[in-house]
Nanobody, 121 residues
Framework: QVQLVESGGGLVQAGGSLRLSCAAS?????????ISWFRQPPGKEREFVAS?????IYADSVKGRFGISRDIAKNMVYLEMRSLKPEDTAKYYC????????????????WGQGTQVTVSS
């Protein structure tokens, strides 16, 4: 069984930065699982943000501003967010998958409860 717990969300002004953390328990501290971040803005569908497994990939909307990293020894995944915009406001979720496309919600076997990020203008 895999459990994922997100933290680090909050309220930040436009242009600011935040670092989200995803603490994973279970057998995720290897390349067996790809770990990703998704987000769900109010009233919208969940969307892909970034993923890491053998390499990092990003949604176009965050490329150059967000960075995903993984500490395998600590079983942690981080999302460093810079130059935040009001449109980045969403609940951010950590998710784990064994196979399938990284940017496809249906590929994921496990999800965290999410952490809210609010960017004020």
């Amino acid at each position: 069984q895999v459990q994922l717990v997100e933290s680090g969300g909050g309220l930040v002004q436009a242009g600011g930065s935040l670092r989200l953390s995803c603490a994973a328990s279970g057998r995720t501290n290897s390349s067996t699982y790809g770990i990703s971040w998704f987000r769900q803005p109010p009233g919208k569908e969940r969307e892909f943000v970034a993923s890491i497994r053998w390499m990092a990939i990003y949604a176009d909307s965050v490329k150059g501003r967000f960075g995903i990293s993984r500490d395998i020894a600590k079983n942690m995944v981080y999302l460093e967010m810079r130059s935040l915009k009001p449109e980045d406001t969403a609940k951010y979720y950590c998710a784990a998958r064994k196979s399938g496309r990284a940017d496809d919600v249906s590929s994921y076997d496990y999800w965290g409860q999410g952490t809210q990020v609010t960017v004020s203008s």
